[in-house]
């Protein structure tokens, strides 16, 4: 912009210099000229400059004379002193810090790369833990953090939070079971920063585990006693199938077992019913018989041909009545 102005004004005096005499100084009303109207392109220069906008997601924080303002300017259109005021324009939507790899990565809008985290376990065996981490700086706490922190706050203030929460949960368990532990884990770390962050200028959004990096000859040792949990659980499940294949043919064969002896049942019933009736049709005509009625029967079914063998009574002799009667 200086330099613009410096050529402006270098073309007006040379407009206000006569055509016949080049070499000669310009007038005094040539250089009153020159100087009215720098001071006047200065003038639009400062207050143009003075106007500033801010944008959305962010917040301006003013400073003045090295001092941070306490009030912030939400996004929009916005005036400042010129030469005293100073403002910086800050992030203030939701930062995501991201564990991951071996390196410190490039930051990006919102993202904030870092490696993963060296962990020892309750034995002292080191392993990995990869995560993300969000938050969110407050607003109108924005002055407060660069006056306490600078405009480095994550590295200064949250990195070591999060690094101590994290060895501090993380060694609680040892490498062989960390596993079966992944949720407790990502739990307490997370219920850990909510309390860590309770007193600082950030908001806390959340914390995910993203992945258990486990040395080489403990992830064989894992490796090999899953495999024998799921052999073991293959057995008990061969087990209880045998079982309930035995079940099933011993409930079968008590339930044919039942069926025939209600069969036999039911035949023995039928045949002492049967029995029974046969009886009692027995008597009944056993009492109903007279001798009168036997005698009246024999006569009814006699054919009327005499006997031809008959025994006296009383005297063990036998006549053949066939002989007599001739």
Do not use: C
């Not at 270098?10 to 009303?29: I, L, T, Y």
């Not at 004379?65 to 800050?90: C, M, N």
């Not at 770390?189 to 007193?199: Q, T």
């Not at 054919?303 to 036998?318: A, C, I």
């Amino acid at each position: 912009m200086a330099s613009q102005i410096g050529s402006l004004l270098r073309r007006v005096a040379a407009a206000q210099q006569p055509q016949d005499q080049p070499g000669k100084r310009m007038n005094s009303f040539g250089f009153k000229g020159v100087i009215f109207i720098a001071l006047a392109l200065l003038a639009l220069v400062t207050v143009l400059g003075s106007f500033y906008t801010i944008d959305s997601g962010k917040v301006g924080v003013i400073q003045t004379f090295g001092r941070y303002q306490d009030v912030v300017s939400a996004p929009g259109l916005h005036w400042k002193r010129p030469f005293i005021d100073t403002v910086l324009e800050k992030d203030v939507k939701l930062q995501t810090a991201t564990y991951a790899g071996t390196d410190d990565g490039e930051d990006g809008d919102g993202i904030i790369n870092k490696p993963h985290l060296d962990v020892l376990d309750a034995k002292n065996v080191s392993y990995d833990i990869e995560l993300s981490v969000m938050f969110t700086p407050v607003a109108e706490k924005m002055p407060e953090i660069l006056s306490t922190y600078g405009e480095n706050y994550f590295d200064k203030k949250i990195n070591p939070i999060v690094r101590d929460v994290v060895r501090d949960v993380g060694g609680k368990y040892s490498v062989e079971s960390i596993a079966d532990h992944r949720d407790a884990i990502n739990s307490e770390i997370r219920s850990r920063l909510v309390e860590e962050f309770k007193n600082l200028p950030f908001l806390f959004g959340d914390a995910a585990l993203r992945k258990l990096q486990l040395p080489q000859n403990i992830m064989q040792k894992i490796v090999g006693v899953q495999e024998a949990k799921q052999e073991e659980e293959r057995l008990k499940i061969i087990n209880r199938q045998a079982e309930q294949n035995k079940q099933i043919t011993i409930t079968n064969a008590q339930a044919e077992k039942e069926k025939i002896i209600i069969a036999a049942q039911a035949d023995a019933e039928s045949t002492l019913t049967r029995a029974k009736a046969q009886a009692e049709a027995n008597q009944r005509i056993s009492q109903s018989l007279t001798p009168l009625l036997v005698k009246q029967n024999q006569v009814e079914k006699w054919s009327g041909t005499v006997p031809t063998v008959m025994s006296g009574e009383g005297t063990g002799l036998l006549f053949n009545m066939g002989e007599i009667g001739k």
